[in-house]
């Protein structure tokens, strides 16, 4: 599969300013990149996720070995959460605290792939809801729609990194998977940050499960969040 950068410009937000850069992959399917205090490197306009990064990384110069180590989201689209502000998930405040995080550092990005219900699609998304209001979890739901439990993948990070230039990051997640795929394809993780926001009654029973059934890690404070809205 290739990616090819389409396009970017200025993006205001009530977080701050940020570039937004667009990019297609063969189907036609978007992702968007958000990013503060970071320059376009590669203008190579389209690249092959089988090319090593460092051979994408082939304008590094001494601005890039100068600036911090970029602090990185890799957020999938949650229509729900991010635009409606769903209390079923801790997407939008993620989301949200992701951009304010970054306008704080001065360096970094946002990674804002297209694969909606954990790349299972909005509708059948909303179908998983409808099993969950009958009382399974988010992770049977998808079972018994005969969906796999976590259908996405992150094969568009690389280019989309290497495009300005990063191959060593702060990556904000409870996700482990995120951290495996980036080491496994020549980006350096130098540091895991948490992100506990977004805690409710309404998906606590959501978020245990992301942690007992789905590996992903949480500290004492989220623990803590967790027993108190449960």
């Given at each position: 599969m290739s990616y090819q950068f389409i396009t970017s410009a200025k993006l205001p937000t009530r977080h701050g300013e940020?570039?937004?850069?667009?990019?297609?992959?063969?189907?036609?399917?978007?992702?968007?990149?958000?990013?503060?205090?970071?320059?376009?490197?590669?203008e190579t306009s389209i690249i092959e996720t089988s090319q090593p990064h460092d051979a994408v990384l082939n304008?590094?110069?001494?601005?890039?070995?100068?600036?911090?180590?970029?602090?990185?989201?890799?957020?999938?689209?949650?229509?729900?959460?991010?635009?409606?502000s769903s209390l079923k998930c801790d997407c939008g405040p993620q989301l949200n605290t992701a951009m304010d995080a970054i306008q704080?550092?001065?360096?970094?990005?946002?990674?804002?792939?297209?694969?909606?219900?954990?790349?299972?699609?909005?509708t059948n998304k909303i179908r998983a809801y409808a099993l969950q209001d009958q009382g399974h979890d988010t992770l049977d739901a998808n079972l018994m729609l005969g969906l796999p439990a976590d259908a996405r993948i992150y094969d568009m990070c690389g280019p989309m990194l290497a495009h300005v230039g990063i191959d060593t990051v702060r990556l904000i997640t409870n996700n482990p998977d995120k951290v495996t795929y980036l080491t496994e394809h020549g980006i350096d993780v130098v540091e895991r940050v948490p992100i506990v926001v977004g805690v409710n009654d309404m998906n606590a029973e959501y978020l245990a499960t992301k942690r007992d059934r789905m590996g992903h890690l949480f500290d004492k404070e989220f623990n803590t969040a967790l027993h108190l809205n449960k």
């Open positions: 940020f570039d937004i850069h667009i990019f297609e992959n063969d189907d036609g399917q978007e992702h968007v990149m958000l990013t503060v205090g970071l320059s376009v490197v590669n304008q590094k110069d001494a601005t890039l070995s100068e600036r911090p180590v970029p602090l990185i989201r890799i957020h999938s689209e949650c229509l729900t959460g991010d635009a409606f704080k550092t001065g360096c970094g990005a946002i990674l804002y792939l297209r694969q909606e219900g954990r790349g299972i699609g909005l």
